[in-house]
C-alpha cells in the first residue's frame, strides 16, 4: 500500500512539474531573444505572446502549453480507461482511473500557474486547462473550445472568452461524460481560472483591458 501510495504521489508531482515547464518563457528567451515576461502583459501565455513574439511564436506557446494538460491526463487514461483490477487489495475501477486523471490534470495547470523555475509564478492556466478537457472528452473540449470562441468574438476580449469556457466546462464534461471526478476537474477549472483572470477583470471593469489583437487595434498599455 505505501509503495503504491508513493507511485500516486510520484504521478502527481511529475504531473506538476511537466505543467510547470515555461514554454512561454523558453520559446521567447532561446527563439526571440525576449523575456516575454517584460513585455506586454507579463503573462508568458499564448495571447501574451501573440502580441510581443508574434502569431508563429504564438502559436507554438499555445500548442506546447496545451500539451502540457494534455499528455498526463491521456497517459492516465490509457493505463486506467475501462481497467478493473486488484493490485496490493486496492481494486481499480474505471471510477478510480477518472479521479486520478482529474487529480493529474489538476496538478499540470497548478504547475503552469505556479511555475517553481520561474519563482513559482507563472500563465493564468487557461491552455494547460483545455488540454487536460480535451484528454478527458474531446467532445467536451470542443464545447469549450465554442463557448471561448463565441465570448471572444462577442466582446473582443480573450480573457472573457477563457473564463467563460471553463465556467462551462462542469457542465459539458458532465453531458458528455456524466462523470463526477472529471465534473469536479470542470468546477476547479472554472473557478481557479477565474481566480487566475482575477487582475483581467479589474481592468474590464475600467475599460483598460487589452483586445484580441487579430480583431481590434490593441490600446496602448
Not at 512561454?24 to 495571447?47: E, P, T, V, W
Request: aromatic letters at 12%; one cysteine or more; glycine letters at 12%.
Amino acid at each position: 500500500m505505501i509503495v503504491l501510495f508513493l507511485s500516486f504521489v510520484l504521478l502527481l508531482a511529475a504531473a506538476f512539474l511537466f505543467g510547470s515547464i515555461p514554454f512561454g518563457y523558453l520559446i521567447g528567451r532561446f527563439f526571440y531573444r525576449i523575456d516575454i515576461r517584460k513585455q506586454g502583459s507579463g503573462n508568458i501565455g499564448a495571447m501574451n505572446a501573440l502580441r510581443t513574439l508574434g502569431k508563429t511564436g504564438a502559436v507554438a506557446v499555445l500548442v506546447l502549453d496545451a500539451l502540457k494538460g494534455f499528455i498526463p491526463v491521456w497517459l492516465m487514461g490509457l493505463v486506467f480507461k475501462g481497467s478493473i483490477h486488484v493490485h496490493d487489495g486496492v481494486q481499480f475501477t474505471a471510477t478510480l482511473g477518472e479521479t486520478l486523471q482529474t487529480l493529474v490534470a489538476i496538478c499540470a495547470v497548478l504547475g503552469h500557474c505556479f511555475s517553481p523555475w520561474l519563482n513559482w509564478k507563472g500563465g493564468k492556466g487557461v491552455a494547460t486547462s483545455f488540454g487536460a478537457i480535451f484528454a478527458l472528452s474531446w467532445k467536451a473540449g470542443l464545447i469549450c473550445v465554442g463557448a471561448w470562441a463565441l465570448g471572444a468574438a462577442a466582446t473582443q476580449y480573450s480573457s472573457v472568452g477563457s473564463m467563460l469556457a471553463n465556467l462551462i466546462s462542469p457542465v459539458a464534461l458532465w453531458a458528455v461524460t456524466g462523470s463526477i471526478p472529471y465534473t469536479i476537474y470542470g468546477i476547479f477549472a472554472g473557478l481557479f481560472i477565474v481566480y487566475t483572470h482575477r487582475e483581467n477583470i479589474v481592468r474590464l471593469r475600467e475599460g483598460r483591458e487589452n483586445p484580441i489583437r487579430f480583431l481590434r487595434k490593441s490600446k496602448a498599455p
